[in-house]
């Protein structure tokens, strides 16, 4: 009963490296999504996928990518990694809709040094 | 977009006295959701209410979906140690969703 899988679950990058974390659902959800948790600030869209190979911009996108090529997988990627992006991701998946509650991974916790 | 406040920011409590908290948004809402977050762990769902006045329950949580449609409370009853971490509300924005900065319990043996 996986739910939604994250990988890696801790990772340090030096500034300017690349990496792309990924997240696999098994619901069979239409919408998936990545959010950024920093401190005192809740959890915070980066981007979204409302279906298989369609991806939408959230609330902040900047230095960020995302691929949604299979209905189970969104990769988040970072193309040269800042100390500013220091945070917890956590990828979610929902039915999708209005109103459809989303179903969260355990996070990854990344350090950018 | 649409922002949520909620109340209070962090709570210290003694064991198995009852917790009250709530989220208040700028905008009228019809879906409000609550989730917890454990240390070291992503946000679970606890209750999601779809109407005006609606109260329910999921053990010795309750949550009410306020009638201005602009807030929606929680409240724990009896509280117990793993009642601890962190407790966000959330409510539609467009197509997704937009959560609170959270409420963090703590509870003191």
Request: hydrophobic share 30%; charged share 15%; glycine share 12%.
């Amino acid at each position: 009963n996986a739910g939604v899988t994250q990988t890696p679950k801790f990772q340090v990058l030096k500034t300017g490296q690349s990496m792309t974390l990924q997240c696999a659902q098994d619901m069979n959800h239409n919408s998936m999504y990545w959010y950024r948790q920093d401190p005192g600030m809740g959890l915070r869209l980066i981007y979204y996928s409302a279906s298989e190979g369609t991806t939408d911009k959230g609330e902040v996108p900047d230095g960020y990518n995302v691929s949604r090529l299979k209905k189970q997988n969104f990769l988040l990627g970072l193309e040269s990694a800042a100390p500013s992006q220091t945070s917890v991701y956590f990828c979610a998946s929902s039915n999708g809709g209005l109103g459809q509650p989303q179903h969260f991974g355990d996070g990854t916790r990344l350090s950018i040094l | 977009g649409q922002q949520l406040n909620q109340s209070p920011q962090s709570m210290f409590i003694q064991e198995g006295e009852d917790v009250s908290m709530n989220c208040t948004s700028s905008s009228i809402f019809n879906t409000w959701l609550w989730y917890k977050q454990d240390p070291g762990e992503g946000p679970v769902l606890l209750i999601a209410l779809y109407k005006a006045g609606e109260l329910t329950s999921n053990g010795r949580l309750t949550a009410q979906f306020g009638i201005t449609r602009k807030d929606s409370f929680l409240n724990i009853s009896a509280s117990i140690p793993s009642d601890v971490g962190i407790y966000f509300c959330a409510g539609p924005d467009g197509q997704n969703f937009v959560f609170g900065p959270g409420t963090r319990l703590s509870v003191l043996p």
